[in-house]
């Protein structure tokens, strides 16, 4: 009997359920479809500018998603996908593992609570952790942002129509400001010019001091030497030449300034990463180094003098460098550049090293002697003609090629804006204190991106062959390689 009152019981309680949840339900789609709007009322409720903006975001959300579907669908027809590459590296701790708790407490919350950081810190911090746990992913989405650089946002077009036409009045001024900067830097480049004319006589005189071709006068010499005693109350300032005595037979024979360039190239911290142990030979013979501006164009060229010398038949190596005047700011840009061939002479061609190797035959045993040049590091790289990649070259060479001419660019202001102007400086080493400089706080190899990285390795065409014996020399004297002497 219990029983039965239980199982009626039972009954009784689930239609009751059933008719509660039902009920539940059916109020909740009530509520749906009477007081929540779609999106057709919700849009009618709008004001037309409000629905221009929304349907525009709207267009603009649906295009994004496009994009990053194609860009998957492309990444899963691929090898590797960005998810498998994802997978490759480290990523989220998916273990069970107990993780460190973070919550604020007392003590580990400070006192004074810190700034908050910027976006642009944020945004940096971000991009290294990625880079560090799944460059696949930031890579992704380095390439995303990318796209949508310099897209407009839609703000602009939001506006009403006479604040837009405010806008591009301001536009019409901004590009009159542009106009006036280009006329500006024009101007000061005619100036540069000017001036240079008022330097020549001085760069004359230097010249025929250096080569001992003139001797200065009591006044320049009483002048000069109130200037250096100056210079040693200065204690910042250290001079980089060592004092001798007067009297001796040196002091007789020297004809002007010895080395007078090779001392001064070799003060300068990025050039003397150029220079190897090689190069000091030829750049000995070095007599001048001159400024000349171009007439009919924005830009200048660099003029190297030598005398007759074992190297190389030149006398004159140069490099010509044109401006382009930017479209933004107007400002003059290194737009191209364009050196010099020099015709080296064979026993004496710092450009290249002869490599020999003996190679023994695996079955006769015989040995033989193979011979090939490849390029070699040297200062007079710097005369050399590249050419910039295409735009659209997005391969490792061409990365290298860009950084090498923008390191090219970076040595000619350097020679144009102090090494020309300023040689008795860098000679006298007076030029490291005034430029900020500290030799011993340099990289020794942050200029190694100027040379060519090329692979040299090349597999000999004999598979019968062996190489038993590798052996470097130069094409004078079968010397080892040519090494920096601050590397």
Request: with cysteine; glycine share 4%.
């Amino acid at each position: 009997m219990n029983t039965r009152y239980s199982f009626i019981f039972l009954v009784i309680m689930r239609k009751v359920g059933i008719i509660s949840f039902v009920g539940i339900v059916g109020t909740g789609l009530l509520l749906r479809y009477t007081i929540v709007p779609d999106e057709e009322k919700m849009l009618k409720s709008l004001s037309p500018e409000t629905r221009a903006i929304y349907e525009r975001n709207k267009v603009q959300r649906r295009e994004q998603h496009d994009k990053i579907m194609e860009q998957m669908i492309e990444s899963a027809k691929s090898d590797k996908p960005i998810w498998k590459k994802m997978s490759e590296n480290k990523g989220v701790n998916i273990k069970n593992e107990k993780q460190a708790d973070t919550a604020p407490t007392p003590q580990n919350t400070p006192i004074f609570t810190a700034p908050l950081p910027t976006a642009a810190a944020v945004s940096s911090e971000t991009a290294d952790a990625l880079a560090t746990q799944n460059p696949a992913l930031l890579s992704m989405l380095q390439g995303r942002l990318g796209s949508l650089i310099g897209a407009p946002s839609g703000y602009i077009d939001s506006l009403p129509k006479a604040v837009r036409e405010r806008v591009d009045g301001l536009r019409c001024l901004q590009q009159q400001h542009t106009d006036i900067d280009k006329k500006l830097h024009l101007e000061i480049f005619e100036l540069e010019k000017k001036y240079s004319e008022l330097y020549a006589p001085l760069y004359a005189r230097r010249t025929e001091i250096v080569q001992g071709a003139a001797e200065p006068t009591d006044a320049e010499k009483e002048e000069g030497a109130k200037i250096a005693e100056a210079e040693k109350e200065d204690a910042e300032v250290e001079s980089g030449i060592t004092e001798v005595p007067e009297d001796g037979e040196d002091a007789e024979e020297a004809t002007g300034i010895p080395e007078f360039w090779l001392t001064a190239l070799r003060n300068h911290p990025q050039l003397a990463e150029l220079i190897t142990d090689r190069d000091e030979g030829a750049i000995k013979f070095l007599r001048d180094i001159r400024l000349v501006y171009l007439s009919d164009k924005p830009g200048f060229k660099l003029e190297f003098e030598f005398a007759e010398n074992p190297y190389f038949s030149n006398s004159v190596l140069s490099k010509t460098y044109v401006y382009e005047q930017s479209d933004v700011a107007g400002d003059l840009e290194f737009g191209s550049a364009q050196g010099t061939e020099i015709d080296w002479k064979p026993e004496n061609d710092l450009s290249v090293t002869v490599e020999t190797k003996k190679q023994r035959h695996k079955t006769s045993n015989r040995t033989r002697v193979v011979k090939k040049t490849v390029p070699a590091e040297t200062f007079f790289s710097f005369f050399a003609t590249v050419e910039e990649p295409e735009s659209d070259d997005d391969s490792e060479l061409a990365d290298e090629t860009r950084d090498r001419i923008e390191l090219d660019y970076e040595l000619a202001e350097e020679f144009k804006e102090k090494i020309v102007p300023c040689a008795i400086d860098w000679f006298t080493g007076k030029a490291l204190a005034y430029e900020g400089l500290d030799e011993e706080e340099y990289d020794d190899g942050f200029m190694d991106d100027y040379y060519d990285d090329e692979d040299d390795d090349d597999e000999d065409d004999d598979e019968d062959d062996d190489d038993v014996d590798d052996l470097s020399r130069s094409a004078k004297d079968a010397a080892e390689p040519p090494q920096c002497k601050n590397q």
